[in-house]
């Protein structure tokens, strides 16, 4: 086979993984028990609506106060457990979502990684967390932007992962492009499945794009919105400085 990279890796214990163990799913019927950490307005829970109606979201975790207020706005009278250093174990729940801050992995930023104390390092909360509850979740999601797998961050991704085996979870990771799931925006993604216990799990492999950007935009606009010529100005130099350090 020869040396693989770590991308590589990954992508083929993925393979193995999912040939040789069980597939894993809740049985038919099961109402599933969703918790968000780093909820934001609550975009997992949007996806889990969009695939069945037998769900409770048991709670989130959020500290923007505006993220607070769409996330009920949207999904009702939700608790908010508020900020995730604060919190000691885990409420009981099916699917635990953990987005974690990539302000300290994107190329747009100072790429400070996931430790000392850095916003990306709160991904070891999670773990504390894990760590410190005796019902753990059943299944794990994870979603982080592209550089997660540069060289740079992979070891500690990789790190992250080993942690999770050894509290018995198995790892699936793999980058989605949001043009492959009916989105008009080229946006990829790297997504995490963990499962407790040994299961196989294959992402879905996608669909042709049929929808064009102007099919969301909106035909009038209040001119609010649009931005001014100092941030264009803005905008143009920082996709330039980007341009220069790699970045797209």
């Given at each position: ?13 993925n393979y193995m993984k999912s040939v040789r163990l069980p597939r ?225």
């Amino acid at each position: 086979m020869g040396i693989l990279s770590k991308k590589e890796y990954i992508e083929y214990t993925n393979y193995m993984k999912s040939v040789r163990l069980p597939r894993f799913t809740f049985p038919q019927g099961y109402k599933v028990r969703m918790f968000e950490a780093f909820s934001g307005i609550g975009c997992q829970a949007m996806a889990l609506k969009a695939l069945t109606d037998n769900y409770e979201l048991v709670g989130f975790s959020e500290i923007d106060q505006h993220a607070i207020k769409s996330y009920k706005a949207i999904h009702g009278n939700v608790p908010n457990y508020g900020d995730i250093t604060k919190m000691e174990t885990i409420p009981e729940c099916d699917i635990f979502t953990y987005s974690f801050p990539c302000t300290d992995l994107s190329l747009a930023g100072k790429r400070e990684g996931m430790g000392n104390g850095t916003r990306s390092g709160l991904v070891y909360e999670v773990l504390r967390l894990l760590k410190g509850t005796s019902k753990k979740p059943t299944v794990l999601i994870m979603e982080n932007v592209p550089a997660l797998l540069d060289q740079v961050f992979i070891d500690e991704f990789m790190g992250i992962q080993s942690e999770l085996k050894e509290l018995g979870y198995t790892n699936y990771a793999k980058v989605l492009e949001a043009t492959n799931y009916g989105i008009p925006q080229h946006r990829d993604r790297v997504f995490m499945v963990s499962i407790l216990g040994d299961y196989s799990f294959t992402f879905y492999d996608g669909f042709k794009l049929e929808m064009r950007l102007k099919d969301l935009c909106e035909d009038e606009v209040d001119k609010k919105y649009f931005l001014t010529d100092r941030m264009l100005r803005f905008f143009t130099y920082n996709a330039e400085k980007q341009k220069k350090k790699g970045g797209f």
